[in-house]
């Protein structure tokens, strides 16, 4: 019998999608396949898909060749954060690009994807259509198929689409705001627009709240520099260090957009990760609640 533990950080989340993310090189539709079945099992019990847990419970699955397979894969970390027919939503670490570039070009997020879906022997193509500067960590959305890349690429440049970050800046902004600030693009200078609040301070440091209103490149970065707020560890735009921090304090918490006429939307969140929490716990300011 293979033993899957659900964390406390999976409190709150979907049978499915806690398989979903412990398995990440199973077919949904084989995950799903198991649920109907009965084969995923707690305290005795199967659990539907959409059954949601609690944190501290130990799934039980049975002990098939393939999913001792699938579970002792030699395969590049992944995170799905989110699954359905047409897209992935997976995590991106700080340092860890989304595409092949200069220094990333073996191991880059779109690369970990594809050799997932390969070994998956997925019959579509996987391809991201938003992105996150490599310093910074948070959900990426794949679509899954021509026709759902399109469409969601669509939706995200001009859709009613939201994101909303969390940043450490160094400085004393108001407890709520809008920056309006043009920024740089390319040698050119664009409107750009981001709604911010105060979540927590410790004397000159501020962790921020920011959801964006446009989506220029690096325009979190250069607007709070720009009003004198600059995110620690952003040496490109004047931030400072901080003991510990070995990357840019910059993170996507949630991502949004429309799922369809008359549909809830679709939601996919990312609590901070361990290294930027441990910054917050030594400043005493708390992070925000899960969502």
Known sequence: MI?????????????????????????????????????????????????????????????????????????????????????????????LAVHSSAGHEQDNLTARVRTWMQYRKAPYMVAPVHRLDVGTSGPVLFGKGRKAIAELGRILQTGPCSKIYLALVRGMPPETGMLTSAVRVQDKTKHAATRFRVLGRHRDAALLELELLSGRKHQIRQQCADAGWPVYGDRRYGGSGLIGLERLFLHCGQLSWPAGTGMPDHCVTAPLPEELLCILRCLHIDPPSPA
Do not use: N, W
């Open 3 to 95: 033993m899957i533990p659900v964390t406390a950080e999976d409190a709150g989340k979907t049978v499915l999608a806690i398989l979903q993310k412990r398995i990440p090189g199973a077919p949904r539709a084989y995950l799903r396949q198991l649920l109907r079945r009965g084969k995923v099992q707690y305290a005795g019990k199967a659990l539907a898909e959409d059954h949601f847990l609690h944190g501290g419970e130990t799934l039980h699955l049975p002990d098939s060749e393939r999913l001792r397979k699938l579970c002792s894969t030699d395969l590049p970390p992944l995170e799905i954060l989110l699954e359905a027919d047409t897209f992935l939503a997976v995590f991106k670490p700080a340092g």
